[in-house]
């Protein structure tokens, strides 16, 4: 498995120098725009960029193996959208944040310390990571702080125990597990809501970009801390198919976007699968208004958006009381198990 290991950078006098590379990546970028737009009747490859960029890049100076990689990243960007893409700005109010890509024979990595150019950059070394990464890169965030990433193969770590678990995904609680286990929502973008409120009426924009990474860094590390506590815990893991991003179109909007669902689910994915487990998504339809206990689809279950406020009901066939959110979370596990949900026109009496 491949992951990527991220560290900020130190040194703020190397921010010039830092730019300076950034500024020559979009150099190329920006000519990879312009040839492929005169091409007529074809796409150019990539050995065609790393051809037509070679004058340009012995002119600005960059690494070949920089200039190589921005070309590569160019035709993987234009071939998954099928789409010529946008010019990089180095410049203004919308410039395009800084981006330079290296490989591992480009630079010279001692402890926490990276030479790029003849150039050494520290950077703060808060956990291990393998030295024999494949490639890495200077990346810049929407705060104007630098990062160096490397990108590197690692080993699976232990197997989790063979124990299975449903997750449903909610608003009242972030997740709520099968064996009755709930994780409360965070809710960081209200509890910044207000300071937030109070800096883009200001125009402070220093600010305003400087409390939404604070709310992005919260709610990744609360999505990094519960996905790894259920990874190391169950070997098979099955979420439903809840969509952040049609519930985006709502009123629920603000509060969809602020739980954080693609995150955790993603998070989860290659957690589980580094422990050498199982991840489903299933189809989560009907999963809160089936019974766990019986099966069946009771005619007294709530349904619809005005039952989103009953939290527990009792099924009319078999009698057992059932905590809505558990209730759904054992039948996406059950889902997940391929058995499956009974149909909506036969419902039990």
């Not at 125990?161 to 997750?167: T, Y």
């Amino acid at each position: 498995m491949i992951l990527t290991f991220r560290f900020r950078v130190k040194d703020k006098n190397r921010l010039k120098q830092l730019r300076t590379n950034a500024w020559k990546v979009n150099r190329i970028w920006n000519y990879c725009v312009e040839y492929h737009r005169s091409c007529v009747n074809f796409w150019p490859s990539h050995f065609d960029l790393v051809k037509a960029t070679q004058a340009l890049g012995k002119e600005i100076d960059i690494h070949s193996d920089t200039r190589n990689l921005v070309c590569k990243q160019f035709v993987i960007s234009r071939n998954t959208h099928k789409k010529c893409p946008k010019f990089r700005k180095s410049s203004g109010s919308k410039r395009s944040l800084g981006w330079t890509p290296f490989i591992r024979r480009a630079v010279r990595l001692c402890n926490d310390s990276i030479t790029y150019k003849k150039v050494t950059y520290r950077f703060w070394k808060h956990r291990e990571f393998p030295q024999k990464f494949r490639s890495g890169a200077f990346v810049e965030d929407s705060t104007g702080k630098w990062f160096i990433t490397f990108s590197a193969d690692v080993s699976n770590l232990q197997q989790a125990p063979d124990v299975c678990v449903g997750i449903d995904l909610g608003l009242k609680t972030l997740a709520t597990l099968s064996n009755g286990e709930k994780l409360e929502i965070q809710q960081v973008y209200r509890r910044w809501e207000q300071k937030l409120a109070i800096a883009q009426r200001a125009g402070n924009q220093k600010r305003v970009k400087a409390i939404h990474a604070k709310i992005k860094n919260i709610r990744k590390h609360f999505n990094h801390v519960a996905s790894a506590r259920i990874a190391r815990k169950f070997r098979t893991v099955v979420v439903g198919d809840v969509s952040s991003s049609k519930l985006a179109k709502t009123r629920m909007a603000k509060s969809v976007l602020d739980a954080g669902w693609y995150q955790l689910k993603s998070f989860l994915a290659y957690k589980v699968s580094r422990r050498q487990g199982m991840f489903k998504v299933v189809n989560e339809a009907y999963s809160s208004q089936t019974c766990s206990s019986c099966g069946c689809l009771p005619h007294g279950r709530p349904k619809g958006i005005t039952g989103l406020g009953v939290r527990s009901w009792r099924c009319s066939a078999c009698g057992k009381m059932l905590d809505r959110d558990i209730n759904a979370a054992k039948n996406i596990l059950s889902f997940g198990l391929e058995h499956q949900p009974p149909a909506e026109e036969s419902p039990c009496l």
